[in-house]
């Protein structure tokens, strides 16, 4: 017996020694260990300004520009300027959307004369997107002008998703902005839109962005906020529903238009919620801050975030989305735009010339305007470890892809055949060892090459095809 009791005694020491250890460790592994949160967003209103960013927060209130700090997507359709961007990722995880304004100020649009579409791409993985497609919204509103800020959620009730934004339109005598909300399973086509949010008079608001609030943590499954002068904070258990009037954010000192593009974020480790707003700073710029709460149901426990307990990164962020990742999710995020620099591909036997883009025919020429026609990011390889692929700076998604022999700038579309037909090994340049040379990954007896300044993927068999396939890779 007494040899029991001793085998039990140390069981029992190396249990509560093992405990303890957990105990002490826990909280730095999950810190190391739970995925963070991906934004979404544009950064203002210059045509560079009006594509999409993102950014990736490990505690959701210090953010790290992604890709360098430059655009992920831009819109080719439309008036190809995109703000204001809704982040969707359908129930099951298989499939996500961004929806955005069609609106690009200081290159052809005007805040008076937008467009009645949002530009929608789709996304299987969260990292390779479709080509975006217009999505008309105002148009099918009487007398409906702009289509501004979209935002979409699931709906259980009706098994699809709202889509809400703002349109200009007159009604009952009053023309103004007002909240329209319709349904989709698609984002390709929508229901008849309907009022769903209408301030009295000639109040208008000019945004809303709602939340899903886990069941059994307050009175209501719901929450948005309305960008109505107020900032009005409502709840309900509906969607579609009655809404009842929390409060508004003047407690805090944020009312009239100073204040836009209301974001909602839950903290993923403990009981507090963050809601970012588009702020006109003090200095008359715009920029984000963070709101925080442990209920948010009650909008006098709301607060400002002081400004040395946030970081929004390098790049300005307006008016966007943020979702809380999952493990697999941020490691396909953080692995397809790491802060790979810009660079260009120079001509051995031309040095004069560079690599570019021209109408997505690629060729090698000198004196390149715009610049970032000729400046691409070598990428990992889209087919695995050990290779290189070209992306575009000009036109992100799009990559140096050959298609019998010959090169075009190409938009990724996910298959197999387009990962190998963009993918080369980089080895030592066939004319000057100290220069490169890329060797096809699925033709590995061609190269790239120029020839007669078009690029071109060839077996290179003489010292003139040697001196053409040898690049130098330069910023």
Not at 22 to 28: D, R
Not at 134 to 141: H, Q, S
């Amino acid at each position: 017996m007494s040899a029991l009791r001793a085998r039990l005694t140390v069981i029992l020491l190396a249990v509560s020694l093992l405990l303890t250890g957990q105990a002490l460790t826990a909280p730095q592994r999950a810190a190391a260990a739970d995925p963070g949160y991906l934004m979404v967003h544009f950064t203002g209103d210059s045509a560079t300004g009006q594509m999409l960013y993102l950014a990736h927060s490990a505690d959701g209130l210090h953010w790290n520009d992604l890709n360098g700090g430059a655009p992920v997507l831009n819109s080719t359709i439309g008036t190809k300027g995109v703000r204001d961007p809704a982040l969707v990722r359908s129930p099951d995880g298989s499939k996500y959307w961004i929806i955005a304004t069609d609106l690009c100020i200081r290159c052809g649009s005007t805040y008076a004369n937008g467009s009645p579409d949002f530009v929608v791409w789709e996304s299987t993985d969260l990292v390779t997107w479709s080509k975006p497609w217009l999505l008309g919204a105002a148009g099918l509103i009487p007398g409906g002008k702009n289509a501004w800020a979209p935002e979409a959620i699931w709906n259980p009730e009706t098994n699809d998703y709202v889509l809400y934004w703002s349109t200009n339109a007159t009604v009952n005598g009053i023309f103004k902005y007002r909240i329209y909300s319709a349904r989709t399973k698609d984002f390709r086509s929508i229901t008849t839109p309907q009022i769903w949010i209408d301030p009295p008079g000639s109040t208008l608001v000019v945004d809303a962005q709602m939340t899903e609030v886990p069941a059994g943590t307050g009175p209501y499954r719901y929450l948005r906020v309305a960008g109505d002068n107020q900032n009005n904070v409502e709840g309900s258990n509906s969607i579609l529903g009655t809404w009842t009037n929390l409060g508004n954010l003047s407690s805090i000192g944020l009312a009239g238009n100073a204040v836009e593009g209301p974001v909602w974020m839950k903290f993923g480790d403990r009981n507090e919620w963050d809601l970012y707003i588009d702020y006109n700073n003090p200095q008359g710029v715009r920029e984000y801050r963070p709101i925080l709460t442990a209920n948010p149901f009650d909008v006098s426990t709301y607060r400002l975030q002081d400004a040395t307990g946030y970081d929004m990164g390098g790049t300005p962020k307006r008016h966007g989305a943020i979702m809380a990742l999952t493990a697999a999710e941020e490691s396909r995020v953080l692995a397809r735009w790491p802060n790979t620099p810009a660079q260009r591909l120079q001509s051995y036997n031309f040095q004069d010339r560079y690599v570019r883009q021209t109408n997505f025919d690629v060729r090698i020429d000198p004196d390149v305007s715009p610049a970032d026609d000729a400046q691409f990011r070598m990428r990992p390889g889209l087919t695995g470890t050990g290779t290189v692929s070209f992306e575009s700076v000009k036109f992100p998604g799009y990559f140096l892809r050959h298609a019998n022999y010959d090169f075009q700038l190409v938009h990724d579309d996910g298959s197999n055949l387009f990962a190998a037909d963009a993918t080369f090994h980089k080895v030592a340049g066939l004319a000057d060892p100290t220069w490169s040379s890329f060797q096809s990954y699925n033709h590995p007896d061609r190269y790239i090459r120029h020839y007669a300044y078009q690029l071109r993927l060839d077996p290179i068999t003489t010292t003139t095809g040697r001196g053409d396939a040898t690049f130098r890779v330069t910023s």
